[in-house]
């Protein structure tokens, strides 16, 4: 596709249930990020993945949390036993990085959590 | 440990006037820092670059300033228009690779 594309765009669960979180990236972005976005709240980093290097999984907030993503495309962020807490918008970005490439990160809208 | 701050109150500016919203750092050597643009309810989009050896850099109405001395970056928006509304988002890599960090943001009214 042309953009990342992330879905579900809402999902509203229960707590103590499992989500699972899909991003899409750009085509030949060897570079995907997940942030977490609290509602008024800035971006804060989850785990970020480059090429077939292993993850670098340091903001991942609780073993709660975990993330994969096959070669260099789709990526899936679970979250288990959801608590309230957990609510916020998920927002997924891409990368085209090469060397020392600083290439900007590419955006999908996010997919909203929202946990009763 | 590594720390982004931008100012956390929103910035209201009448239309036409140039908007400035500051990007300051601590425990940092940024090799380059970026600034994104975020509505509601969207993904932030990505504005500009700039690197540590340029002072500089200017795309159409827009202009950022880098001092890595006082560890510090401008964001200018000059003849701002209602439709700049938006919440403005410094980024810098971190870490020595290339895991990217934001500030909090900051939010910009632009009045007609």
């Known amino acids: 596709g042309a953009g990342v594309s992330q879905s579900p765009s809402n999902k509203v669960t229960e707590k103590g249930k499992d989500v699972e979180l899909r991003c899409d990236p750009i085509?030949?972005?060897?570079?995907l990020y997940w942030y977490r976005q609290r509602l008024g709240q800035g971006l804060e980093f989850l785990i970020y993945f480059q090429g077939n290097s292993a993850p670098d999984k340091s903001g991942l907030p609780s073993d709660r949390f975990s993330a994969e993503r096959t070669g260099e495309s789709v990526s899936t962020l679970t979250i288990q036993r959801t608590q309230q807490e957990d609510s916020a918008v998920y927002l997924c970005?891409?990368?085209?990085?090469?060397?020392?490439?600083?290439?900007?990160?590419?955006f999908g809208e996010g997919s909203r959590l929202t946990v009763l | 440990s590594q720390k982004i701050e931008q100012n956390s109150e929103a910035l209201n500016i009448q239309e036409g006037k140039t908007a400035t919203l500051t990007c300051n750092y601590t425990n940092y050597s940024p090799a380059y820092l970026q600034w994104y643009r975020q509505d509601p309810g969207r993904g932030p989009v990505f504005l500009l670059l700039?690197?540590?050896?340029?002072k500089e850099k200017r795309k159409e109405r827009l202009k950022v300033t880098f001092d890595t001395t006082l560890k510090q970056s401008l964001f200018h928006i000059t003849a701002s228009q209602p439709a700049d509304s938006a919440t403005y988002l410094c980024a810098l890599p971190s870490g020595g690779g290339f895991k990217t960090i934001f500030g909090a943001g900051t939010r910009l009214f632009v009045k007609a």
């Open positions: 085509s030949g972005h060897t570079a």
């Open positions: 970005a891409s990368s085209r990085r090469q060397g020392s490439n600083t290439g900007e990160l590419f």
């Open positions: 700039i690197r540590e050896n340029e």
